[in-house]
């Protein structure tokens, strides 16, 4: 078997990717509603879905990427065409507010250590945003935490240790 001479494309379903500031990363979340539109296609809008999150921050831009699923296209789009995007993200979500000293990392995600006494757990968070004292947390599984609930503080990156069985640095 030789190389691949040609792929087939279908160039009428492709996925979208928008640049989302970093600020939002903490607000935005798969299924979550897109309302876009093209710059060439003036005021057509279109909808489709965040189908993924790319957490990652490009440490030029301070941005992160969301794919939307891929979707049926106009067929008068070019491939290279400039796409904008509005992410319906709700109103009045819940943050929950934790000292600063409550969040570690693991593998380059962030968690708070929840307490239940004997029992300790490891729940991922996103952080919308820190002080030197408080941090406003989102959890990234829904209903993961509740107001009230406890969770580790001072300490934390210790108990993240014998919960992970990792060194600390």
């Known amino acids: ?20 500031p970093e600020k939002d990363l903490g607000k935005v979340k798969t299924n979550q509603k897109v309302q876009f539109y093209f710059a060439a296609s003036g005021d057509e809008k279109f909808v489709g879905k965040i189908q993924s999150v790319v957490p990652t921050i490009d440490s030029a831009t301070r941005t992160f990427k969301v794919r939307l699923a ?19 993200i709700g109103r009045g979500e819940k943050m929950l507010k ?16 929840e307490d239940f006494g004997k029992e300790k757990k ?5 952080v919308i945003s820190e002080n030197e004292d408080f941090s406003l ?27 992970t069985g990792e060194p600390v640095p």
């Open 1 to 20: 078997m030789g190389d691949a001479l040609a792929t087939v494309l279908d160039t009428h379903r492709l996925a979208i990717e928008l640049d989302v």
């Open 70 to 88: 891929a979707m049926a296209l106009p067929k008068n789009i070019a491939l290279e065409a400039l796409v904008f995007g509005d992410i319906d």
């Open 98 to 113: 934790a000292p600063s000293s409550a969040v570690v990392f693991h593998q380059d995600k962030r968690f708070v250590i």
């Open 122 to 126: 490891l729940v991922q968070v996103y």
């Open 137 to 163: 947390l989102r959890p990234v599984q829904e209903g993961a935490l509740k107001a009230g609930t406890l969770v580790a503080s001072k300490g934390a990156i210790f108990l993240l240790k014998s919960l």
